[in-house]
């Protein structure tokens, strides 16, 4: 199959944000005087949008008296601070470029919220990927298909040449949702055992790889 259109997830496949999650999460769990959470913690709660993620850390989760405040105090943190570790995992810029090179069409589809998709995408990718959708109250989040739709109407390409490529067992739901075949990346959030019994089918180690399938 040769596809004509790439749809990346974020977090966990284009880029390492674990850390600046991690530390936006426990600022705001801190400030708020609630128990602070392991990095692996954090990892595990990733991958439904940023609301579910501090509703899996705090205690009690959307039944907590000050969730919105706490929650609003994540997001307030995090659009200050999710560039003090983020970086694109080794092989992206060079995979992004041999695609671009190609003539290939790449989007992001994220569950992170508009505004800092929005920035982490310009800031690390400039040009080289021109559409990019976060979380809006508008459309509904992965798995739900609006967001790889909105993508591909935004390239103005056809879902029968496009591929997902993600990290996440909420990726191959997408993907399926989508009704588009599914990369999953190794280097992500979730391991391989974890990826295959959620239905993983094509599974790649390297950025690399990912030109060659």
Not at 86 to 107: C, D, F, H, S, V
Not at 185 to 208: I, K, N
């Amino acid at each position: 199959m040769r596809y004509d259109s790439y749809i990346f997830d974020l977090d966990g496949t284009l880029l390492n944000t674990l850390d600046d999650l991690a530390g936006s999460c426990n600022y705001a769990l801190r400030t708020f005087g609630l128990p602070e959470h392991s990095i692996d913690d954090v990892r595990r709660f990733v991958g439904n949008g940023v609301r579910l993620l501090m509703t899996r850390a705090i205690p009690g989760g959307e039944s907590y008296s000050r969730f919105e405040e706490c929650y609003a105090c994540f997001r307030q943190h995090y659009l200050h601070h999710n560039l003090d570790t983020t970086a694109p995992y080794p092989g992206i810029m060079e995979m992004i470029a041999a695609l671009n090179a190609q003539g290939k069409r790449i989007a992001v589809v994220s569950n992170k919220f508009y505004e800092a998709t929005q920035v982490l995408v310009r800031h690390f990718f400039g040009e080289e990927i021109k559409v990019a959708i976060g979380e809006r109250p508008d459309i509904h989040k992965k798995p739900a298909p609006d967001t790889v739709n909105e993508a591909l109407r935004q390239m103005d390409m056809p879902r029968s040449s496009a591929v997902y490529i993600g990290d996440s067992d909420v990726d191959v739901e997408t993907a399926r949702n989508s009704g588009m075949p599914c990369i999953s990346v190794l280097w992500g959030f979730r391991d391989r055992d974890f990826l295959l019994a959620h239905g993983a089918t094509t599974l790649v180690e390297t950025p690399a790889q990912i030109l060659d399938i």
